[in-house]
């Protein structure tokens, strides 16, 4: 049986579109540049995923890398802050006040945000950095597959295989010796928007 060509051509269409990050951002090189901003902590990675509280179940998972500028990794995330540049996955400009909003847009009744820090050199950090801007843009349901490609590539994430499950890179992250782990907790219904 022949498939019409019409019919062919929009399956193809749907897949493609599928594959497509519809909140992958488009901010200009500019944008960016003007955006950049240096915490003066120790350089660290923090694996962020926000779980489900009945379930226990990880259903997203982030980067906060702090190296020679600070960045949230947000594969296939829809966070947006009219503040801050986002260029595909890779939010700019977070200060320390821009990471905790972060997690409070996530954190929520039935949801709480797993915090996962580990200190890390300077070059470990850029390098991280580096690596997630080179991603690009992820599909939808790609982001622990994202994150755990950028961390099994150096000698302490060496355990983290690639996964569809954010709850299986959170695990392993956690017998990592010298993670400092806390959580966030909020009991408002639905994502904190705010523009301030």
């Known amino acids: 049986m022949r498939i019409p060509a019409i019919a062919l051509f929009l399956g193809i269409s749907l ?5 497509v990050n519809p909140n992958a951002g488009t901010a200009l090189p500019e944008e960016i540049a003007a955006s950049r901003v240096a915490n003066p902590a120790p350089a660290s990675i923090t694996l962020l995923t926000m779980v489900n509280d009945r379930s226990e179940f990880g259903e997203h998972s982030a980067l906060l890398i702090n190296g020679s ?9 829809s966070f947006r802050h009219s503040a801050l540049p986002r260029r595909d996955d890779v939010v700019y400009g977070v200060t320390p ?4 909003y972060y997690n409070s847009y996530h954190a929520r009744f039935g949801y709480y945000v797993k915090v996962q820090k580990l200190e890390i050199t300077l070059e470990q950090a ?16 790609w982001c622990a597959t994202a994150i755990s490609d950028v961390l099994n590539d150096f000698p302490q994430f060496a355990d983290i295989r690639p996964t569809f499950f954010p709850s299986a890179i959170m695990k392993r992250v956690a017998n990592i010796p010298g993670i400092e782990t ?3 907790r909020e009991n408002d219904i639905g994502q904190n928007y705010r523009t301030d």
Do not use: H, N, T
Not at 97 to 100: E, L, S, T
């Open 15 to 19: 897949f493609i579109s599928g594959c």
């Open 69 to 77: 500028q600070q960045i949230i990794y947000d594969p296939a995330g």
């Open 97 to 100: 006040r821009y990471a905790d």
């Open 126 to 141: 850029d390098a991280m950095i580096a690596a997630s801007i080179a991603r690009g843009s992820v599909p939808k349901l």
């Open 182 to 184: 806390s959580e966030v």
